[in-house]
Nanobody, 121 residues
Framework: QVQLVESGGGLVQAGGSLRLSCAASGSIFSINTMGWYRQAPGKQRELVAHITRGGITNHADSVKGRFTISRDNAKNTVYLQMTSLKPEDTAVYHC???????????????WGQGTQVTVSS
């Protein structure tokens, strides 16, 4: 059994900052790509950023220069540092990870339950 648990969401004023964390736990052999997605009301889920095990990152154009994804492989944790937040960043943010699980060594995709980020104007 594998779980992704997010933390760090909340309410912030425009221009403020938040840091999201997502920790993976359970029967993990290794974790490949980890990422953050978000879904605003009435909109489709969209990629915010992802990071490979080796640290190669990709950020959506809408967050480049404002958000930074990082990870700690020893802690099986991925982070999203969000700065210069805008009201349009308001959404539920979900963690995603591609994990090789024990004992089968099969690669599976997992999602966190989501954490609400609300940016007031």
């Amino acid at each position: 059994q594998v779980q992704l648990v997010e933390s760090g969401g909340g309410l912030v004023q425009a221009g403020g900052s938040l840091r999201l964390s997502c920790a993976a736990s359970g029967s993990i052999f290794s974790i490949n790509t980890m990422g953050w997605y978000r879904q605003a009301p009435g909109k489709q889920r969209e990629l915010v950023a992802h990071i490979t095990r080796g640290g190669i990152t990709n950020h959506a154009d809408s967050v480049k220069g404002r958000f930074t994804i990082s990870r700690d492989n020893a802690k099986n944790t991925v982070y999203l540092q969000m700065t210069s937040l805008k009201p349009e960043d308001t959404a539920v943010y979900h963690c995603n990870a591609n994990i090789v699980v024990l004992p089968t060594l099969l690669k599976r995709e997992y999602w966190g339950q989501g954490t609400q980020v609300t940016v007031s104007s």
